[in-house]
Nanobody, 125 residues
Framework: QVQLVESGGGLVQAGGSLRLSCAAS????????MGWFRQAPVQEREFVAT????????YYADSVKGRFTISRDNAKNTVYLQMDSLKPEDTAVYYC??????????????????WGQGTQVTVSS
């Protein structure tokens, strides 16, 4: 089992940047593919980005491609989401998640086994 704690959210103006971090407990972090999801009020939780166990493969939602970058540091048990050129429509609670799926990258919400508590990102226009 793994516990996930997100940090780094906040209020930023449109066009600005934020870097989210997700710290994982335990010594098996490198066994999990990781993902970031987000949920805006009255909307479904949606996929944002995912990264493979080694960090060598990433995959993004079309809405964030070219603006967001997912990365991980297995020595620090941490996954990051660098968010640049933020837009008001990026406003949401952002969640990191871990999956035991054997696939290299995983975009399906239902495939994730562990979730953090979320961190709020608000982008003002």
């Amino acid at each position: 089992q793994v516990q996930l704690v997100e940090s780094g959210g906040g209020l930023v103006q449109a066009g600005g940047s934020l870097r989210l971090s997700c710290a994982a407990s335990g010594r098996t972090f490198s066994r999990y593919a990781m993902g970031w999801f987000r949920q805006a009020p009255v909307q479904e939780r949606e996929f944002v980005a995912t990264i493979s166990r080694s960090g060598g493969t990433t995959y993004y939602a079309d809405s964030v491609k070219g603006r967001f970058t997912i990365s991980r540091d297995n020595a620090k048990n941490t996954v990051y989401l660098q968010m640049d050129s933020l837009k008001p429509e990026d406003t949401a609670v952002y969640y990191c998640a871990a999956t035991t799926s054997p696939r290299t990258v995983v975009a399906g919400r239902s495939e994730y086994d562990y979730w953090g508590q979320g961190t709020q990102v608000t982008v003002s226009s």
